[in-house]
């Protein structure tokens, strides 16, 4: 069975940093690419971030670049999200979801259960 | 960046009714068109791809249509358990971006 386990989100100041961590399980992890989704509050669902097997490629959505680094570790079947400079507007569930197909056309069929992101004074 | 409209925003209906909710992309999109549901504080899940395809699992009164830029699900007799928002999402190119949404609620 297909299993993503966010951690790592907590309340945060403006300005500050968190770490996000998703485990994988269930699937050979290093042969997908993974990516981040997030949902404000009472809000709809926004892409982050996407990286392929080997880590080589990485796509953001232009609010987070320069600000957020997606990463993963295929030995440990992690994907991480390092968010620096956090905002207000940050605050969302935090998603990882794996894409069906190994490629960027590609739709996200396993999601994990979300970690909640607070930036908040 | 492509922008996703669906309409309408709330649909409400009853058990057994045929739902159609729509989803126009800015420009066109092929068929790389997926539909997602989501229930209250829960994961949102692949219900059709590649616009018609049904995801394994996801009963057959699903279904999904559509190319280029108008794209359309319908679920063709609706159950208890379909009340819920539903969202489309184009992955035809980068930044890969969704639809706000359509809440099916009981009417």
């Known amino acids: 069975e297909v299993q993503l386990v966010e951690s790592g989100g907590g309340l945060v100041q403006p300005g500050g940093s968190l770490r996000l961590s998703c485990a994988a399980s269930?699937?050979?992890?290093?042969?997908?690419?993974m990516t981040w989704v997030r949902q404000a509050p009472g809000k709809g669902l926004e892409w982050v971030a996407t990286?392929?097997?080997?880590?080589?490629?990485?796509r953001y959505v232009d609010s987070v670049k320069g600000r957020f680094t997606i990463s993963r570790d295929n030995a440990k079947k992690s994907l991480y999200l390092q968010m620096n400079s956090l905002r207000d507007d940050d605050t969302a569930v935090y998603y990882c979801?794996?894409?069906?197909?190994?490629?960027?056309?590609?739709?996200?069929?396993?999601w994990g259960q979300g970690t909640q992101v607070t930036v908040s004074s | 960046d492509i922008q996703m409209t669906q309409s309408p925003s709330t649909l409400s209906a009853s058990v057994g009714d045929r739902v159609t909710i729509t989803c126009r992309a800015s420009?066109?999109?092929?068929?790389?068109l997926a539909w997602y549901q989501q229930k209250p504080g829960k994961a949102p899940k692949l219900v059709i791809y590649?616009?018609?395809s049904l995801e394994s699992g996801v009963p057959s009164r699903f279904s999904g249509s559509g190319s280029g830029t108008e794209f359309t699900l319908t679920i063709s007799s609706l159950q208890p358990d379909d009340f819920a928002t539903y969202y489309c999402?184009?992955?035809?190119?980068?930044?890969?971006?969704f639809g706000q949404g359509t809440k099916v609620e009981v009417k």
């Open positions: 979801a794996r894409l069906r197909v190994p490629a960027t056309m590609s739709p996200f069929d396993y």
């Open positions: 269930g699937f050979t992890f290093g042969r997908d690419y």
């Open positions: 990286i392929n097997q080997d880590g080589s490629e990485k």
């Open positions: 420009q066109s999109i092929t068929n790389w």
């Open positions: 590649k616009a018609s």
């Open positions: 999402q184009q992955y035809n190119s980068s930044p890969w971006t």
